[in-house]
């Protein structure tokens, strides 16, 4: 965790990576601030790199296995895990990092994917992660929805998503793992967001063509047999209601309405994990 601090007085920022062990792009992205002497203007910045026990298991022969060493550590975010006894390696990061992210003021958390996708940023449950992936205005498909089943990630957490807290957080999905595209695409966005704070005035919100999905249903796999009737890459709009995307066993999965947005799907999603996410794309803001 490095803590850079400006000469002005300003919020505290950070800018996370590495939550999963083998998604380096953004790793990448905070080395290079920090091998180019980066300080802030104003305020406090924060790089963060996560998950250091499962990156340090990464190999470019099973480069899937060192997304996490126990656990996913994105499904650990609440008090709990502050409080209980850690019971795996991730907790107890996720235990030792917790107070230190009760501070932070506007968080920026760097992800890739690892089937095909047009990268697009999470802005988790509220209308404040909405505000700011507007702000960072790169990539323009911003989704909102309220995480996994499975448990909170990081932007659900209680100080960024509760309305009465001030702090925001939003997670960039940058695009598919290790390409040249997902590491500009990181790139982009991590200077979009450290200038909002080098400015520090009135956010401005970007010019750019905004696209707002939320999301409507989260399909969980019931089954081991989940499967896809096309290789649908994320972001793909469906035209029509009642289009079958994918069989869960015996079940069909159709579209419950027209121009049905395919969030992050699955190919391979193990039973109770998520499979896809059905998004409805906001209508244009008036200006
Ligand atoms: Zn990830």
């Not at 500009?184 to 919100?205: D, G, P, Y």
């Not at 709009?237 to 947005?261: K, S």
Request: proline residues 7%; aromatic residues 6%.
């Amino acid at each position: 965790m490095h803590r850079l601090s400006g000469p002005l007085p300003g919020p505290h920022v950070a800018v996370t990576a590495l939550m999963h062990g083998n998604e380096y792009a953004g790793a990448i992205v905070l080395a290079d601030l920090l091998r180019q002497g980066f300080v802030p203007r104003r305020g406090t910045l924060s790089l963060i790199f996560l998950n250091l026990s499962a990156f340090a298991r990464f190999s470019p022969q099973n480069p899937i296995m060192s997304r996490f060493v126990d656990e996913d550590m994105n499904r650990l975010w609440d008090t709990d895990s502050a409080t209980s006894v850690p019971r795996s390696s991730e907790r107890a990061r996720v235990r030792q990092l917790l107070p230190y992210i009760s501070t932070v003021d506007r968080l920026l958390d760097l992800h890739s994917m690892l089937w095909p996708a047009d990268p697009l940023i999470l802005a988790g449950p509220s209308e404040k992660g909405v505000s700011l992936a507007e702000s960072i205005g790169t990539p323009s498909l911003i989704v909102v929805d309220d995480g996994h089943r499975a448990g909170p990630r990081l932007i659900d957490l209680q100080h960024f998503s509760h309305p009465e807290s001030a702090a925001q957080a939003c997670l960039l999905e940058a695009g598919q793992h290790w390409t040249w595209a997902s590491l500009r695409t990181t790139q982009q966005s991590v200077r979009r967001f450290l200038s909002i704070s080098e400015t520090e005035k009135e956010i401005q919100k970007s010019d750019a063509l905004l696209k707002v999905a939320d999301v409507t249903h989260r399909i969980t796999a019931h089954t081991g047999h989940f499967t896809f009737t096309e290789l649908f890459p994320s972001g793909a709009l469906i035209p029509h209601r009642g289009t079958l995307i994918a069989r869960d066993g015996h079940d069909e999965i159709r579209t419950p309405y027209d121009n049905c947005l395919l969030v992050m799907p699955n190919f391979r999603a193990a039973r109770h994990h998520t499979a896809v996410r059905l998004a409805r794309i906001r209508p244009a803001k008036a200006v």
